[in-house]
């Protein structure tokens, strides 16, 4: 796997694989693995995916000044990824909190991203996730056999107090919400080694969140950009709901927001056909 020099000596890793047009593709967490994106569905047939780790996250380095992974600072990475693969422009995919960093990336680049993606957003400059929909969302599973035990979890982290082992222990009971069907060969989309494996990481990247006094101008700046952009949320996603997906949306103008009616969090995984569809046709059209 190749690696990339940032601008502050950070090596960011990255794997290529498939054919076609590029199609560069940043995780969520934050921290995840990009190993856990697999192939996207199968989108892999059509574009080659270059998958980048973020800083902290997979294989890429850990920065000595923690302030340079909030999601703001990340997007100079992407921008020194485009730069380092002779890109003059590209097409961009992100998941969940990555959609941060791409829409970041959208403003701060205008015109470098042919086109975005942007896969179960957690919102639109910070997290804004709608605890009344995601209350509704858990509720409405209480016929299925897992639930009694992943609510119970999700009242036990709600209080919060929980550290090491017993929060990772807590935070998989929790995942069939995660899910539109839920089987426990799910749990193997969950390699330990795959999680995000610094504390302090999540605070760092959600620092250069939008306050109230400047989430208006944040917004608007995010429009001025002008790159279509393709929102995909999953109906059941009970890990951020549909709420920052259609905030998503509405921030971009002229923007199509698709929600996949029997997917969770990782609509490639439930829906890969309907999904590499959705995005192929997407990013043909331009």
Same mark, same amino acid.
């Given at each position: 796997?190749? =690696?990339?020099?940032?601008?502050?000596?950070?090596?960011?890793?990255?794997?290529?694989?498939?054919?076609?047009?590029?199609?560069?593709?940043?995780?969520?967490?934050?921290?995840?693995?990009?190993?856990?994106?697999?192939?996207?569905?199968?989108?892999? +047939?059509?574009?080659?995916?270059?998958?980048?780790?973020?800083?902290?996250?997979?294989?890429?380095?850990?920065?000595?000044?923690? @302030?340079? !992974?909030? &999601?703001? *600072?990340?997007?100079?990475?992407?921008?020194?990824? @485009?730069? $380092?693969?002779?890109?003059? $422009?590209?097409?961009?995919?992100?998941?969940?909190?990555?959609?941060?960093?791409?829409?970041?990336?959208?403003?701060? &680049?205008?015109?470098?991203?042919? +086109?975005? !993606?942007?896969?179960?957003?957690?919102?639109?400059?910070?997290?804004?996730?709608?605890?009344?929909?995601?209350? *509704?969302?858990?509720?409405?599973?209480?016929?299925?056999?897992?639930?009694?035990?992943?609510?119970?979890?999700?009242?036990?982290?709600?209080?919060?107090? $929980?550290?090491?082992?017993?929060?990772?222990?807590?935070?998989?009971?929790?995942?069939?919400?995660?899910?539109?069907?839920?089987?426990?060969?799910?749990?193997?989309?969950?390699?330990?080694?795959?999680?995000?494996?610094?504390?302090?990481? +999540?605070?760092?990247?959600?620092?250069?969140?939008?306050?109230?006094?400047?989430?208006?101008?944040? !917004?608007? +700046?995010?429009?001025?950009?002008?790159?279509?952009?393709? !929102?995909?949320?999953?109906? =059941?996603?009970?890990?951020?709901?549909?709420?920052?997906?259609?905030?998503?949306?509405?921030?971009?103008?002229?923007?199509?927001?698709?929600?996949?009616?029997?997917?969770?969090?990782?609509?490639?995984?439930?829906?890969?056909?309907? &999904?590499?569809?959705?995005?192929?046709?997407?990013?043909?059209?331009?």
């Amino acid at each position: 796997m190749p =690696s990339l020099p940032s601008y502050d000596d950070c090596p960011i890793w990255y794997q290529v694989t498939g054919d076609g047009e590029p199609l560069v593709v940043l995780p969520g967490g934050p921290g995840m693995d990009l190993r856990y994106l697999g192939n996207l569905g199968g989108l892999d +047939r059509w574009r080659r995916l270059v998958l980048a780790d973020a800083r902290a996250a997979g294989r890429s380095g850990v920065p000595a000044d923690r @302030r340079t !992974v909030s &999601f703001v *600072e990340q997007a100079r990475d992407l921008e020194a990824l @485009r730069v $380092h693969l002779g890109l003059e $422009h590209f097409d961009l995919l992100a998941h969940s909190a990555g959609c941060l960093t791409a829409q970041e990336y959208l403003a701060a &680049f205008p015109g470098r991203a042919r +086109r975005a !993606v942007l896969v179960a957003p957690v919102g639109r400059a910070g997290r804004e996730v709608d605890e009344k929909e995601l209350t *509704e969302l858990r509720a409405s599973r209480s016929a299925e056999p897992w639930y009694a035990d992943a609510a119970a979890a999700d009242l036990l982290l709600a209080g919060g107090g $929980h550290s090491g082992e017993e929060l990772a222990a807590l935070q998989r009971r929790i995942l069939p919400f995660f899910w539109h069907r839920w089987t426990e060969e799910r749990t193997a989309e969950y390699p330990p080694e795959w999680a995000c494996a610094h504390p302090w990481l +999540r605070e760092a990247f959600y620092a250069g969140s939008a306050g109230p006094r400047d989430l208006a101008e944040r !917004v608007a +700046r995010l429009g001025a950009a002008r790159t279509p952009v393709l !929102v995909v949320a999953g109906a =059941s996603d009970g890990m951020v709901g549909t709420a920052p997906a259609r905030a998503a949306a509405a921030a971009h103008p002229g923007s199509r927001l698709e929600v996949l009616t029997e997917s969770g969090h990782r609509p490639w995984v439930e829906e890969p056909g309907r &999904f590499t569809a959705l995005v192929g046709a997407f990013l043909d059209a331009g």
